[in-house]
């Protein structure tokens, strides 16, 4: 999933299942930063004793595939945070244990999901720590949601679980589909790690696709439309009974669905040039596929539902804004390299220090402390 489900939609859940507005913003934001916090080196503030923040890496930036070919990096960011398997790992059931995300569905057996579960842990925080509860639920509805976008794929190098062959998108327009030679070739130079084989295919709200797997079955045909329907759905309903913070009048799923569906659907490829087809640009270029022209119909259809806007806040994503109101100076740090991290002067603070260990970067990064460990602690 992309920033217009991420961000756009989850915040238009909870704002529906009755979070006020403020509440709703602060858990579509930690929702999609999770995609975007690329931070992974310590970094030193410029306060007395010079103290270093460790921050927890939930995403690497565009191309980064070296830093994710290691188990470290798969068992650390992949698998807690994008493709959390179906259950916890139980040792009276290691035989039937699977890194294989599933579709957090509902109680299977009488057990809830993996998925479930951590969302239930993250809402179990205590309201009065306000902030950190909202951002353990964002980046927990993260998860959550990925485990429809990401269903069949796992968060570990490993071919069985992720080689993607033959894959064709549809067009709606013509009713048929496309079989995407060239891009074929070159997804399956990149790792089996997640859906790297499927490019963004998986993620693409409106694409209807299919692809040969080695799991069963093995010719596979998604229609992510319904499929990222029914995660706003079991999104909605888990949001609904949450306890609030001077919550609002929850809006009827029925209300939603329609504009909801619509938006999913408004997506279009874009005709791509054979030179670009035979280059990693292709890779690119489907990830991008009009994303912001789609998040804007997103704040077309439901800013309305933010308004007035509550301080500090809107229904606009910057992926550098928690960053920046943490932090005094360059926070563009997506694409350094080790030298560059190694060489950062210490940051100056945005505001006091109280203001710093109070801020909304700094509990997005404790919430995904807890959710890694969380994770790790019901793994092998």
């Known amino acids: 999933m992309q920033k217009d489900f991420h961000y756009y939609c989850i915040a238009v859940l909870a704002k529906a299942a009755g979070f006020n507005k403020k509440d709703a913003l602060i858990i579509g934001y930690a929702s999609q930063y999770v995609d975007d916090a690329t931070e992974s080196e310590l970094i ?7 103290i270093k923040f460790d921050p927890v890496r939930t995403a690497y930036a565009g191309l980064d595939l070296a830093g994710s ?21 139980s040792p009276k059931e290691s035989n039937t244990f699977s890194f294989v995300t599933q579709p957090a569905t509902g109680e299977q057996n009488g057990a809830k999901s993996f998925a479930e579960l951590l969302l239930d842990e993250a809402a179990s925080e205590p309201q009065r720590h306000r902030w950190r509860r909202l951002c ?19 968060g570990r190098h490993n071919r069985e679980e992720n080689d993607v062959e033959n894959i064709h998108v549809y067009h709606r327009d013509t009713d048929k589909y496309e079989h995407l030679k ?33 799991q069963a079955p093995p010719v596979v045909e998604r229609d992510n439309v319904e499929q990222f329907l029914k995660a706003a759905q079991a999104i909605y309903d888990a949001l609904l009974p949450m306890k609030k913070t001077r919550p609002d009048e929850p809006i ?13 659907e408004g997506g279009h490829i874009i005709k791509v040039e054979t030179t670009d087809r035979l280059t990693m640009r292709a890779y690119r270029h489907y990830h991008k596929l009009d994303l912001g022209e789609r998040c804007q119909k997103w704040q077309d259809k439901f800013d309305h539902l933010f ?39 210490p940051m100056k603070l945005a505001g ?6 109070n801020s909304l970067w700094v509990h997005f990064h404790r919430a995904t402390l807890r959710q890694r460990h969380f994770v790790l602690e019901n793994m092998p």
């Not at 353990?136 to 796992?154: C, E, M, N, P």
């Open 69 to 89: 070919l290691t188990w470290s990096a798969q068992k650390r960011v992949f698998i807690p945070f994008h493709f959390i398997p179906a259950k916890p790992f």
């Open 307 to 345: 308004r007035p806007y509550p301080a500090g806040h809107s229904y606009n994503y910057d992926h550098l804004k928690w960053r920046n109101e943490a932090l005094k100076g360059d926070t563009a740090w997506d694409s350094w390299s080790r030298r560059e991290w190694d060489q950062m002067r």
């Open 352 to 357: 006091s220090e109280a203001e710093f260990w």
């Open 136 to 154: 353990r639920i964002g980046v927990a509805l993260h998860t959550y949601a990925d485990t429809w976008a990401h269903q069949r794929f796992s």
């Open 44 to 50: 030193r503030l410029e306060v007395p004793g010079l």
């Open 252 to 264: 009827p799923w029925q209300e939603i669905a329609p504009d909801i569906r619509q938006l999913f």
């Open 182 to 214: 060239l891009e074929n070739l070159i997804l399956d130079a990149l790792p089996q790690i997640g859906h790297a084989e499927a490019g963004f295919f998986p993620d693409l709200a409106f694409q209807k696709w299919k692809y040969d797997s080695r």
